[in-house]
């Protein structure tokens, strides 16, 4: 059976335009929290290719032998350092074109060239928010004043991220379906910043079930799977503080722990790895995990829902 495709190369402009930001990129840590970090990370296709041999659906969860593991909220929150835990709740729903551009101050004109219902080119994105002049540059294309625009390029980036490191899709655009949701990150809802962290599990449960049946594309975070489950494989001492740490970089600290994985590049060898898994070679526990403080617990129902883009989700677990 032919190989899932997925996010497989970090885009150019992503990586020049947060490098354009310069000290402006601390204004996204309340909102994403380290997701730009995510950049910095090589994509390993061959370490998810192995893990959907190892998937079981009906659970939710991926069976290594005598072991079984699963993402869980508090260690993708505890990860990319997002809200979560007493976070609102955000629900993906269906934006369009229009919100899309009113969101970031574009002209509805502005698109013309790029005619597709349901999303643009990351390129169209960068010339209009990811360099100093972009504003000077392009501002015909533009119904906010170069102060507000100062703004909105933050939260431009933050979309940009968001949509392709978190929610990416085959065709590589910026979709426009996500927009109501990432508003919701940036406005807030009750005064207070949502979670997306539920989202990006459901995501994740949602595409490896579906590419485990069918391959096609895996339309969720490849990237934060692959740490995930690279940081279970190395097994370390635990660091005593890393749960008392409430904005350490994680994610910037990642590779060192994990290097080896990152020099495989056969889903074989790593199928080779998981058959031979045993309790004791697992790192249980990561370091940023709270185990006595669960994101979300549940004894009145053995399962949990959970929105993901495409729809609701049921994963069978008590606590997450």
Not at 17 to 26: A, C, L
Not at 121 to 140: A, M, Q, V, W
Not at 141 to 154: A, H, L, Y
């Amino acid at each position: 059976m032919a190989p899932c495709r997925m996010l497989d190369h970090i885009p150019r402009e992503l990586i020049d335009w947060k490098n354009n930001m310069g000290h402006e990129m601390n204004r996204l840590f309340p909102y994403i929290g380290h997701l730009p970090n995510l950049l910095n990370i090589t994509p390993n296709t061959a370490i998810i290719q192995a893990l959907l041999e190892y998937w079981d659906p009906n659970g939710s969860i991926f069976r290594f032998r005598e072991c079984e593991l699963t993402p869980t909220l508090e260690e993708i929150e505890g990860l990319l350092q997002m809200t979560g835990k007493g976070s609102p709740m955000v629900y993906p729903t269906n934006g369009t074109r229009e919100q899309f551009c009113k969101f970031l101050g574009l002209k509805q004109d502005s698109m013309d060239q790029h005619p597709d219902a349901k999303s643009c080119p990351l390129e169209f994105l960068y010339k209009r928010f990811g360099e100093r002049d972009s504003y000077d540059r392009h501002h015909d294309d533009f119904f906010i004043s170069r102060e507000q625009w100062e703004g909105k390029r933050v939260q431009a980036l933050g979309l940009a991220l968001i949509s392709l490191l978190l929610f990416p899709q085959k065709h590589g655009k910026v979709t426009f379906s996500t927009v109501n949701m990432i508003q919701s990150v940036f406005l807030g809802i009750k005064e207070k910043t949502p979670t997306l962290v539920p989202i990006i599990i459901a995501d994740i449960f949602t595409a490896v079930t579906e590419c485990q049946k069918k391959r096609g594309f895996f339309y969720a975070s490849n990237l934060v799977l692959q740490m995930w489950a690279m940081e279970h494989l190395s097994k370390r001492t635990l660091n005593p503080l890393g749960s008392c740490l409430p904005t350490a970089n994680w994610v910037e600290s990642h590779r060192e722990r994990v290097i080896r994985y990152y020099r495989v590049a056969s889903p074989s060898v790593f199928i080779q790895e998981f058959n031979a898994l045993t309790s004791d070679k697992i790192q249980w526990v990561l370091d940023w995990t709270k185990v006595r403080d669960p994101a979300f617990k549940t004894t009145q129902f053995d399962f949990i829902p959970l929105a993901s883009t495409s729809g609701l989700l049921c994963t069978f677990h008590n606590e997450l």
